[in-house]
């Protein structure tokens, strides 16, 4: 079923609306997670492969994957115990390395990944269901510094979906429900990206910035980030 994904153009508006049918037409979670993956691929200009990790307890597994080089990664990644993917996971904030030839973290890895794949900058963006870390979406380039402004704003976007996504799959949502979810999302998870990118704060602070202008101005969450989006990270 996400094969069809890779039908569809780069544009973005254009693979959300392939993601959200993949995801009306079959609510199981692995479909949904490697939807996920091919929407990376499509809509973040720079990524060459992408994958989903998630923890379970202390363990991290690969439950979806673009490729077998994006799985190579995230195996490395466990293997050498650290990485963006990872420390997105447990710091609950997005994490990235631009160039893995001259790493300024994870040296170990940078090592490995060079010397074992074609991978030469990487991102990790946490993954959350009702709630809960869970795992982190991770979005690999074979360029280095191959991640612009607009790669980052796009995987951010993204990553939100990817949250009401897989927690409407595990609720057993019906569509209409997740449609307004996705829709809302999208500019929440854009808006909370750009506030902890602007003003160097975490995602729970950015969101409870625009939480307080909603009640502050008694105007939806949705709009309150609409605007926030619109005025490229500006509030009020």
Sequence with gaps: MSERLADYPADPATVFTGLAQVVYQGTDLSEVYNAICIAATLMVPGCHHASVMVRHGKRYRTVAASDQCARDVDALERKTGEGPCLDAIVEEAPQFEHDLREPQRWHELAREVVRQTPVRAMMGFPFVIEGEKTGALDIFSDTPQGFSAAAI??????????????????RGEDASALRAGLLSNREIGKAVGMLMALRK??????????RHVSQDMNVKLAEVARQVVDRRGTLG
Excluded: G, H, K, N
């Design 201 to 210: 704060v975490s995602d729970d602070e950015a969101f409870d910035l625009l």
């Design 153 to 170: 704003e796009r995987a951010v976007v993204l990553a939100a979906f990817a949250t009401i996504a897989a927690t409407a799959a595990v």
